[in-house]
């Protein structure tokens, strides 16, 4: 039985619903302030949630009143929160990178074509995703969003328009306040505890058909639109596909989707993970990302030729893949847990090849018809902040594009038992991702240096933990 979706208050009298402007009723979205507050009393909001996401993902940002958020208030938040690491702390100046000295306010401004509401909430409240600027207007170049912003603005002094389309691998576990304890698959409506070996299936998908039912209705109400829902092959292991769109709408769409299934979770007493390796021995979990790229003035996908066959930009794409995503692992598999996904003869791919409908390799092409041609990168993680996977996956093909790379052959066997292609840990995917110059320049220097003294503080923090294999292997033998 679904439970009943929450409901909007809306007006009561016969003429007020009469002249409802249509525009109230968009589950997602307004053009301009005017609109904003006609759509926040419409539905007798109370508190807005002015969100953006961090260098991790994460939502930072300002609650305040409906009545404040509509009154032109000024929106500030300190630098401070996008320069710091997972565990709250901050790097050491050095490589590039300086903390700045004052921590001056940056300005939230609100995109209002994401305002939505958020249905997990008792009281009514709405979020919209903000953008960051400078006191003095101009983009804050080191924030998440606007460094895909900056990509997908490469792509349009082309005449290009990127299209993508997302999907994002998590698991479903036991709450686990105690850190020290290794997290286990949850108890379903069976009664039993979950258990691998379970892709695809419907009853797999069925033992947690409350909780489903709660993350179709919670993105209903967000107007976030889900495409596919699977069972994957590791114990409580779900998979969420999106339709493929716009870069920026699809990567807030998964900010807004990580946190809707972790409060849909939350709710059934369970936690949600998007760790890249949250159990061992089961599988990890991914985000692969689809990619074609259209031409603005005829709308036709440049992968395809007239005559359906592959044409050159499809093969610049993928050879800009091949030579800097290695570069770019960074930004695909950003902890140091990331890369216990990336091993030989699993799942995730650690090579940089390609091949048709091949899954064992880093960029596979599906199989379409010529229209819909596309490249899937299936190395990111869904530990990956959306914003800066999808931009470092977009800009390894752009640079392939402008600068005519070539492809190498492709793989028509299994290829992820051969050597390693990819960075091992994450200082080595650090050190190669500064030294891509054309990369970093792509994506903006600020962002490159802040992030890579991000990822060095984390590892550094990493560092100062003993694992429990070291004091099994260890403590009685050396």
Not at 131 to 150: I, M, S, Y
Not at 285 to 308: L, R
Not at 332 to 353: D, G, H
Not at 462 to 471: G, Q
Request: charged residues 25%; proline residues 8%.
């Amino acid at each position: 039985m679904m439970p009943p979706a929450k409901k909007e208050v809306r007006p009561t009298t016969r003429g007020a619903r009469a002249r409802t402007p249509a525009f109230v009723k968009n589950k997602r979205g307004v053009k301009n302030w005017k609109e904003a507050s006609e759509w926040l009393e419409w539905r007798g909001i109370e508190d807005i949630e002015c969100i953006t996401p961090d260098q991790a993902g994460v939502a930072r940002g300002k609650m305040m009143p409906s009545s404040k958020f509509t009154s032109n208030t000024a929106l500030a938040l300190p630098s401070a929160p996008f320069m710091m690491t997972i565990s709250g702390g901050y790097p050491e100046d050095g490589n590039g990178f300086e903390y700045p000295e004052d921590d001056g306010d940056l300005k939230l401004v609100p995109d209002l074509s994401t305002l939505s509401v958020v249905p997990w909430e008792d009281d009514p409240t709405a979020q919209v995703i903000c953008d960051l600027v400078h006191q003095d207007g101009r983009n804050v170049e080191f924030t998440p969003r606007n460094v895909l912003k900056r990509v997908v603005a490469a792509y349009d002094k082309l005449g290009l328009r990127p299209v993508v389309a997302p999907e994002i691998e998590f698991y479903l576990v036991r709450k686990n306040p105690d850190p020290d304890y290794p997290l286990t698959p949850p108890v379903g409506r069976s009664g039993r505890p979950i258990g691998g070996g379970a892709g695809y299936s419907i009853a797999g998908v069925n033992e947690f058909d409350e909780l489903i039912d709660d993350i179709y209705h919670f993105s209903e109400a967000q107007g976030l639109e889900i495409d596919t829902l699977i069972h994957e092959e590791g114990a409580g292991q779900l998979e969420i596909n999106l339709r493929h769109g716009d870069p920026i709408e699809l990567a807030d769409q998964v900010f807004l989707f990580k946190r809707t299934i972790r409060e849909a979770a939350l709710k059934h007493d369970i936690y949600a993970t998007f760790m890249a390796k949250p159990i061992q021995g089961q599988p990890g979990s991914a985000m692969h990302i689809h990619q074609s790229i259209v031409d603005k003035k005829t709308g036709s996908n440049i992968f395809a030729a007239e005559n359906g066959s592959e044409t050159d930009a499809f093969f610049h794409f993928i050879g800009g893949m091949q030579k800097h995503v290695p570069n770019a692992l960074v930004m695909f598999a950003p902890y140091v847990n990331s890369y216990r996904r990336l091993t030989q003869a699993a799942s995730a791919p650690v090579n940089n090849k390609w091949g048709y409908d091949n899954r064992t390799t880093a960029f596979r092409v599906p199989r379409s018809d010529p229209g819909g041609r596309r490249v899937e990168n299936r190395i990111p993680s869904s530990d990956a902040n959306p914003y800066l996977a999808l931009a470092a996956s977009l800009a390894c093909g752009l640079i392939g594009l402008k600068n005519k790379l070539p492809a190498e052959a492709p793989v028509l066997t299994t290829a992820n038992e051969d050597e390693i292609d990819l960075p091992r840990g994450l200082l080595e995917a650090v050190d190669l991702f500064e030294g891509d110059e054309e990369l970093t320049s792509l994506l903006g220097q600020s962002f490159a240096t802040t992030y890579a003294a991000i990822k060095r503080a984390e590892f550094e923090t990493f560092m100062e933990v003993i694992s429990p294999w070291e004091r099994e292997y260890l403590l009685l033998n050396v």
